[in-house]
């Protein structure tokens, strides 16, 4: 069972620039895809990108392509997003996922393994 540990979520102002990173256990990156999600105070949990398993493609939510960039670094089995640009409404906390199957889903059911997730706050 893969685990996943989130950081590098702190209080930063509108316009900057942040990476999370998620460590994982073992040698995931070819039995799982990754995934990113946030969940703001009183919303539901939304999908923010994922990478698929084998060969990397990415997939991001409509709303944050081109600011946001999931990547990783296999030797060092972390996942990583690369946020910029950041507004207000980025505010959440931000869940990095496993899932087993071989496509990208923005369906966070098909996720079975999370992390505990880091708090992102941007002030305005």
């Known amino acids: 069972q893969v685990q996943l540990v989130e950081s590098g979520g702190r209080l930063v102002q509108a316009g900057d620039s942040l990476r999370l990173s998620c460590a994982t256990s073992g040698r995931t990156f070819t039995s799982y895809a990754f995934g990113w999600f946030r969940q703001a105070p009183g919303k539901e949990r939304r999908f923010v990108a994922a990478i698929a398993r084998s060969t990397g493609a990415t997939y991001y939510a409509d709303s944050l392509k081109g600011r946001f960039t999931i990547s990783r670094d296999a030797v060092k089995n972390i996942l990583y997003l690369d946020m910029n640009n950041l507004k207000p409404d980025d505010t959440a906390v931000y869940y990095c996922?496993?899932?087993?199957?071989?496509?990208?889903?923005?369906?966070?059911?098909?996720?079975?393994?999370w992390g505990q997730g880091t708090q992102v706050t941007v002030s305005s």
């Open positions: 996922a496993a899932s087993p199957i071989a496509t990208l889903t923005a369906d966070y059911t098909r996720y079975d393994t």
